[in-house]
T-cell receptor, first 116, second 113 residues
Framework: KQEVTQIPAALSVPEGENLVLNCSFT??????LQWFRQDPGKGLTSLLL?????REQTSGRLNASLDKSSGRSTLYIAASQPGDSATYLC???????????????FGQGTILTVHP | SQTIHQWPATLVQPVGSPLSLECTVE??????LYWYRQAAGRGLQLLFY??????ISSEVPQNLSASRPQDRQFILSSKKLLLSDSGFYLC????????????FGSGTRLTVV
């Protein structure tokens, strides 16, 4: 059974810092890995999607990496801003013989607070 | 472009009352559709998924049911709500067989009183 762990559970940083959020998983047979952002009381916004054959993806100040052999993914946020404050979730889609109905396994999330 | 609509945004219902939450997707056809629930301190749990009209699979036994009467419409229902049904309900879609990721709706906050 796939288990996903996100560390730290909460993080508070001053504005302008670069930071790293960690996601580890127990089963390397994944189809892809997706990072989401969730603002309080809102739905999930997709940030980055990494296919199992890829090592990293970048979007603006965000960079996500994937290392299947070690069961780890990191989300790097450069020059953090107060608007980055949210809960960040990583989620894995399993590779069930090349096809999958797409049940995501989520981590518990990292609550990020960026203070001015 | 593809969009997903979910309503209502918030709902307060008494115990024993019925429930109907609706989700519709635009700009795509034959999507996989999902209902997730996010309970406080428990993360996101998959409740139902559907790979086509009338095809519903349940992940966990519960007081809820789902239906897909049209290709891009997914409905979550209950005949009699329980206090434990309170939570944040999220609808999501994903293109079948593609390399793309999930897209989530804005969610419905359900409070059963």
């Amino acid at each position: 059974k796939q288990e996903v762990t996100q560390i730290p559970a909460a993080l508070s940083v001053p504005e302008g810092e670069n930071l790293v959020l960690n996601c580890s998983f127990t089963d390397s047979a994944i189809y892809n890995l997706q990072w989401f952002r969730q603002d309080p009381g809102k739905g999930l916004t997709s940030l980055l999607l990494i296919q199992s054959s890829q090592r990293e993806q970048t979007s603006g100040r965000l960079n996500a990496s994937l290392d299947k052999s070690s069961g780890r993914s990191t989300l790097y946020i450069a020059a953090s801003q107060p608007g980055d404050s949210a809960t960040y979730l990583c989620a894995l889609l399993p590779n069930a013989g090349g096809t999958s109905y797409g049940k995501l396994t989520f981590g518990q999330g990292t609550i990020l607070t960026v203070h001015p | 472009s593809q969009t997903i609509h979910q309503w209502p945004a918030t709902l307060v219902q008494p115990v024993g009352s019925p429930l109907s939450l609706e989700c519709t997707v635009e700009g795509t056809s034959n999507p996989n559709l999902y209902w997730y629930r996010q309970a406080a301190g428990r993360g996101l749990q998959l409740l139902f998924y559907s790979v086509g009209i009338g095809q519903i699979s349940s992940e966990v036994p519960q007081n809820l049911s789902a239906s897909r009467p049209q290709d891009r419409q997914f409905i979550l229902s209950s005949k009699k709500l329980l206090l434990s049904d309170s939570g944040f309900y999220l609808c999501a879609w994903r293109t079948q067989g593609a390399i793309f990721g999930y897209t989530f709706g804005s969610g419905t906050r359900l409070t059963v009183v």
